[in-house]
């Protein structure tokens, strides 16, 4: 990987490292040596030997298929990047069966790329990490070789506990002496400050400033040490990795202060052919962002969050990003995540989806494919949505993993001791459970993700004007089809339950996620476990639910006449009280002098900080509620207590997924220079009592906009080739002795050679667009 710093600056760039694994399947895994021949068999992706992920066990099966995705921030140094093939047993502990170790610095060899890895032996004298600090000196007076055994770093964690302790041996010819550490508890960095002398030889001659060895002696010497855990099974002390120090390192000086790897138990491996212990799938993504000052990133940065305003948005920057790349997906998530942390990314994604569905001729189709459009969607989703999912799924799902009630329907696969109508009424519930929590979530949808399903809704209306249900559709297929239905079928993926369900509960899970899936799509059922006229009646029924969902994400749902105080800082009165009309969507809070007119006042759902009731002291008067902004609050009395609990509710619910919610606010109001309730002088001090409407949602996005630029910047120089095939030019040949800068392509570069590629792109497809009517009807009269 080549890096140019830019010139002048003298700042080295950050550097951010992160990991995509893609775990894809297991062939010819060796059977179990018994009548079973079948495995229980899962996987676990390892950085040296600590766990950082774990995928789903695949049950009695040799050739098992896993299909998961990883991605983390790579927090520390590593050496290996490891993976492991485990057997479960129920009795005892799982057995693994082989393993694929790949060195951080291979690891660019497969970037990308679906590989498949020979299963290699494990052992257990031969799984090492970490490394050991050792002093050594070589003593004039006692005619002693001294050791100090400092510390160690990284040591691996056995069993959920790691209790080393150092043995050091000297070896040599005729002698080999062992001494011990002192064992440190539940540390994997222990700090041990232990010396240990050794005899290395008897003097020939001695003198004051002299002191002379048998050199030949002390090169047939050696010192080993070895780290152990101190385990309290009956299997003994586990071996966490050694190493050997030959004392001719000492030289002339007699001291040698260094950092040893730890290494492996020479022979600990078994003696198993490779080929015996199956293969494994995976595509392994390892990125290294080096990240500069944000200046550099201005000329291509600003093209880019210019792309929704460019005309047509096909000849955009980021779209040109997205035309570039060998998959949509890698391109989605530096933009999304750029436009998002800008606050730009409505704008952005309306634009390119209303180009898709305006070239989509079948409404059916619409947004079936992986489009830039559905990826960027999809990854917004995950974004975005995360603190939904948790509000409106975890409760049930958490549910459904703790009660075990059996949910199978198919005959063949049905249990001796099951019911076919008990599962079939248990699977039953527990879907009409979830469809209605999520057909009544509406209000807590993130603002963002309402105003993309507002874009969509209406240009697919716009579009297919004869087809009544297109504008439910193209938000279902995202709704339900990409964000619910994933999130039931692997709840620990999307947070929503720590590990992998145990099988049966999966197989739950995977017919709700399917019913889910056939219910999202608007799609009448087939199934002939019902008569024809009560299929037609469930559909019609469950159809009416979903359009409310989507018309409640995009239509106002609470208007009303009320009292509100005036949110200046003039002094209090009854004439500071006026009527107003308010009215709620799913991103604005706004009032109005009388129905109909223009909004006098509008506060952005994401600006609500809390919603909360007013002490009837505060103004002598009922029924009044605060909503909670930033700068100030706003006092509004309600007509009854019945409709001051509504309203404190829908809006609790709608500003729930805000990123600065707070967790505490006065009761009272700030009256005469301080709080009624606390009696703070402040009128910024921060809240006495704890809000009801829960913590904040804390949903805040780590997006640092300098490193998805420079994301974004590594994929134009990756794909240069076909940007310049795009553009129409010649490409340089690198290294042009000419012009020593001719295979050097900086940020500013690819801000430049973008604008050019977006510049001929419009003129091509304003050039273009007569002709497309012209092909359409060739290819309706071709046909």
């Known amino acids: 990987m080549r890096i140019h710093w830019p010139c002048g600056t003298g700042i080295p760039p950050l550097r951010f490292v992160c990991l995509c694994v893609s775990v894809g399947e297991a062939k010819n895994i060796p059977p179990y040596p018994g009548p079973n021949k079948m495995r229980d068999c899962y996987c676990t992706v390892n950085l040296d030997q600590e766990e950082v992920f774990r995928t789903k066990i695949v049950e009695k099966s040799l050739c098992p298929f896993y299909g998961e995705d990883f991605y983390c921030e790579i927090p520390r140094s590593f050496r290996h990047l490891s993976f492991y093939i485990f057997d479960r047993d129920v009795f005892r502990r799982d057995s693994s069966i082989g393993k694929v170790a790949v060195k951080k610095e291979d690891l660019q060899k497969y970037h990308g790329k679906d590989t498949w890895f020979q299963l290699q032996p494990v052992s257990a004298d031969s799984e090492v990490q970490g490394k050991v600090h050792l002093e050594l000196r070589l003593s004039e007076v006692i005619t002693d070789s001294g050791v100090i055994i400092l510390e160690c770093q990284g040591l691996p964690i056995v069993n959920g506990q790691c209790d080393p302790y150092a043995a050091v041996s000297l070896l040599g010819p005729s002698r080999s002496e062992a001494k011990k550490t002192k064992v440190k508890r539940k540390t994997n960095n222990p700090q041990f400050e232990e010396v240990f002398y050794f005899e290395v030889t008897r003097p020939l001659s001695y003198t004051k400033r002299q002191f002379d060895v048998e050199e030949e002696d002390v090169d047939k010497l050696a010192l080993r040490v070895d780290l152990w855990n101190a385990s309290n099974l009956k299997f003994g002390d586990e071996f966490l990795g050694g190493v050997r120090v030959p004392l001719r390192v000492l030289g002339q000086a007699g001291v040698h202060d260094a950092w040893y790897f730890l290494q492996p138990r020479e022979n600990g491996g ?48 980021a779209h040109i990003l997205g035309e570039v790349c060998r998959e949509k997906q890698e391109a989605a998530i530096p933009l999304v995540r750029l436009f998002l942390h800008y606050g730009k990314i409505v704008p952005f994604i309306s634009a390119i989806a209303h180009a898709e569905i305006n070239r989509t ?6 947004f079936r494919g992986n489009s830039l459009t559905s990826k960027c969607i999809d990854e917004t989703m995950k974004l975005a949505g995360m603190h939904y999912l948790q509000v409106t799924l975890k409760p049930i799902i958490d549910e459904i993993c703790t009660e075990h009630k059996p949910c199978e329907i198919d ?23 979830i469809f209605n929590v999520i057909t009544t979530s509406g209000v807590r949808c993130p603002t963002v993700m309402c105003d993309i399903f507002f874009s969509l809704r209406e240009s697919a209306a716009t579009r297919f004007q004869v087809d009544q249900d297109v504008r439910y559709t193209a938000v279902s297929s995202f709704i339900f089809l990409r964000f619910f239905a994933p999130a039931i079928l692997s709840p620990n993926l999307f947070h929503l339950r720590p590990h992998h369900p145990d ?23 087939k199934s002939v476990s019902f008569s024809a006229q009560r299929a037609v009646f469930m559909f019609s029924l469950l159809s009416l639910k979903i359009k409310l969902l989507i018309s409640y994400l995009s239509f106002p749902f609470l208007y009303r006449f009320m009292i509100k105080r005036a949110q200046g ?13 308010f009215r709620l969507t799913n991103h604005e809070f706004t009032y109005h002098r009388t129905k109909g007119e223009g909004a006098l006042c ?47 509710d829908i809006l609790t619910k709608v500003s729930q997924c805000n990123r600065k919610r707070l967790s505490t606010y006065h009761p009272s109001a700030y009256l005469n220079g301080h709080w009624l309730c606390c009696k703070l002088s402040a009128d910024t001090a921060p809240g006495c009592t704890p809000c009801t409407g829960g913590l904040p949602a804390n949903i805040q996005l780590d997006v640092d906009g300098d490193r998805e630029t420079e994301r974004i910047y590594s994929l134009f120089s990756t794909y240069m080739t076909k940007l310049i095939k795009m553009q129409g030019l010649r490409q340089r040949p690198p290294g042009d002795l000419q012009n020593p800068e001719a295979d050097h392509f900086s940020r500013a570069d690819a801000g430049t050679a973008a ?19 012209l092909l359409v009807l060739y290819s309706k009269v071709k046909l």
Request: aromatic share 6%.
């Open 602 to 648: 509008s506060i952005p759902i994401e600006n609500i900080l809390a919603v909360e009731r007013l002490e009837e002291e505060s103004f002598k008067m009922k029924n009044m509620f605060q909503v909670i902004q930033p700068e100030r609050a706003l006092y509004i009395q309600a007509n009854n207590c019945v409709e001051a609990r509504d309203w404190i």
């Open 270 to 317: 078994k003696s198993v052919k490779v080929d015996e212990l199956g293969s494994l799938r995976l595509n392994i993504v390892y990125t290294e962002d080096h990240v500069f000052p944000s200046e550099h990133y201005t000329p291509l940065r600003d093209l880019l969050l210019h792309s929704a305003n460019v005309e047509p948005v096909s000849a955009s920057t």
């Open 755 to 773: 604008h050019q590629v977006q510049t001929r792109q419009v003129q091509e497809d304003k050039d273009r667009q007569p002709v497309r009517p």
């Open 503 to 525: 099988p049966a509960t999966s197989r739950t899970l995977t017919l709700i996620s399917k019913t889910i899936q056939t219910l999202g799509s608007l799609a009448k059922s």
């Open 411 to 433: 005959p063949v696969k049905l249990k001796e001791s099951e019911n076919l109508e008990t599962n079939r009424e248990n699977l039953r519930h527990y879907v009409d459970r």
């Open 569 to 581: 800082r003039n002094r209090f009165g009854m004439k500071n009280f006026k009527k107003r009309w």
């Open 361 to 366: 001729q079948d409404p059916n189709t619409i």
